[in-house]
T-cell receptor, first 111, second 116 residues
């Protein structure tokens, strides 16, 4: 079993749809949870960074962490074609620089 | 304000050769981490440099080595290249010692290494 599991998709939605992206993890030592967006031929770009369980909102993006279920989600409201990219979840442990990534979910938002 | 710059963007090497990849961190950042991203996979941590020293290393063999210079730029060296080393190599910069701060990395666009 991988330490971080992420459905690779691909996921295709119409413009304006609500998108839900998810990751599960097995290591209870993870305390920091990130979502990165990666466009083709580019490096990952940090979207959301959360520490505790609960929700964090930033514009059209909402990150949700459920530590009891070892499950994190990213919701994208009013999705746009410019949101088409690969979304990577990532997790970190206290005082440990080795950030663990999921394999990424490829999202396409069709006009 | 320039972000993280990496060179070269693409590289083709023969099995057994050695390669050096270069990274300049974002202005104001003093910590550099290197990640390997195989096709269709998430990035994997190779190592991190801070104050010109390797602070932490991931699960990579000694064929992978690095260096950080006084201006915070960094190099990744890979010796005795294997076909399996073909990947996108990402440099990420951040500021300071605290891991929980470093998680908010700024990544470069990477160097695509192909080993034939």
């Amino acid at each position: 079993q991988k330490e971080v599991e992420q459905d690779p998709g691909p996921l295709s939605v119409p413009e304006g749809a609500i998108v839900s992206l998810n990751c599960t993890y097995s290591n209870s030592a993870f305390q920091y949870f990130m979502w990165y967006r990666q466009y083709s031929r580019k490096g990952p770009e940090l979207l959301m960074y959360t520490y505790s369980s609960g929700n964090k909102e930033d514009g059209r993006f909402t990150a949700q962490v459920d530590k009891s279920s070892k499950y994190i989600s990213l919701f994208i409201r009013d999705s746009q074609p410019s949101d088409s990219a690969t979304y990577l979840c990532a997790m970190g442990r206290y005082n440990n620089n080795d950030m663990r990534f999921g394999a990424g979910t490829r999202l396409t938002v069709k006009p | 304000d320039a972000g993280v710059t990496q060179s070269p963007t693409h590289l083709i090497k023969t099995r057994g050769q050695q390669v050096t990849l270069r990274c300049s961190p974002k202005s104001g950042h003093d910590t550099v981490s290197w990640y390997q991203q195989a096709l269709g996979q998430g990035p994997q941590f190779i190592f991190q440099y801070y104050e010109e020293e390797e602070r932490q290393r991931g699960n990579f063999p000694d064929r992978f080595s690095g260096h950080q210079f006084p201006n915070y730029s960094s190099e990744l060296n890979v010796n005795a290249l294997l076909l399996g080393d073909s990947a996108l190599y990402l440099c990420a910069s951040s500021w300071g010692r605290r891991a929980e701060v470093n998680y908010g990395y700024t990544f470069g666009s990477g160097t695509r290494l192909t080993v034939v």
